[in-house]
Structure formats: structure tokens, C-alpha cells
């Protein structure tokens, strides 16, 4: 009997240290990630503007039915893939259904490039709004950010967002925009996107992005903004 209550009495205590040790460890863990946050944002942040930045078209580009060449179409590719590949990470862990990857969004950036009547955009800002970033596994992390996109270019003009790209429809302006002209408008977008992160030994990188506008705006601008 006391054999037994001594196997029985070293499993219990076995047991405690496991759950001790368990818990020693996912509170660790939550404090480092909670510390990481800051950075977490910064990096979203770093990223959606980076990348929405690279959009704004050449100069020389910058006027009705502008055809890039097949050299600059090149460089563009390149330089949109070249802040993918800064930024994401290929991790098949816990995907969204809707989100892309990191190679179907590099897709979206062909097909973007591709397309030949795309407008242009003379400048493009953001403004960060709210970050909710949770904790979403090991090394997970699942951020749900909210930000104003506006650009100003023609009234054809085709945003690409950081993982999908959008045309304006007439539904979007103030006024029916008139057709084949250079006049400028502001488009402007409340965005919504939902980022997977993964911790790597090169810092936190996307694997996963889902990104939507919840409403868009056009109207002309005015001589005054045009001047």
C-alpha cells in the first residue's frame, strides 16, 4: 500500500511541476508577444504604406491611355515583389479560406501589372486608424487593421491595395466622371484587413492577408487642389 501511495504521490507531484512549468511558460510567452505588439504594428504599418506608395504611376505615365512599356512594367513587378519578399513569409499554418498567400499575391500583382487600361495615380496616402492584434497560436499572430487609402489620379485610375487591386466605378463619384479625360479626382477608401504574422528569425512576417474597402469615395478635384 505505501508502495502504491508513493507511486501515486510522485505522479501528483510530477503532474503539479508539468502544469507549473506549462504555465510558467504561456505566461512568458504572452509577455513577449504583448512586448512584440508595438513592433507588430509598426511592420503592418511599414508595409501598407510602402506598398501602396509603389503604385503611384511614373511621370511620364501620367496621362490618358498611357501604355507602359514592357521594360518599365518589368521594373514595377520587380519592385513590388522585392517589398513582398521584404515582408512575407510562406507559412502554411492556420490560413484563412479568403486570405492569399504570399505567391497569390504576388499573382494579383500580375494581374495588376497586366492590365494595360488602368488609369494612372499622381499620389497616394495613408492614415493608420486601429490596430487589434491578438495572439493566434505559436509564433502567431492575427492583427485586424483599419486605415484611410486615398489616392488622387484620373477617374479610371486602378488602385492596387496590399493584397488586391480595385477599379473606381461610376457608383463611387459624386457626378457621372466624364469619359477620356485627364481631370483629377480623389478616390478615397476605408480599409479593413485582416494580416496573419509569423515569427521568424528575421522578425515577424506576413503569411496570410485578407484586405476589403468598406466604402469608397471619388469626387473632382477643384481648380484651387488641381493648382
Known sequence: MKHRLKKINRGIVLAVILIIGLTIYIICDYSKFKKETPLIEQTLTDYITEFSEATVTPEKYQKLNAVYSDEDSAALTNKLYGIIDNYWTINNY?????????SETKGEIDSFVKHKERGFIKEVSVDMNKFIVK??????????????LSCIGNQDARMLFPN???????????????KQTNALYKHTNEMHSEIKLYRTKDGWKIYDAWTYSNFTHSRKLNDTENS
Open 94 to 102: 492556420n490560413n484563412n479560406d479568403w486570405g492569399l498567400t504570399k
Open 164 to 178: 488586391d487591386h480595385y477599379y473606381y466605378d461610376e457608383e463611387h463619384f459624386d457626378d457621372e466622371p466624364p
Open 135 to 148: 495572439k493566434d497560436g505559436p509564433n502567431s499572430a492575427l492583427v485586424i487593421v483599419s486605415y484611410n
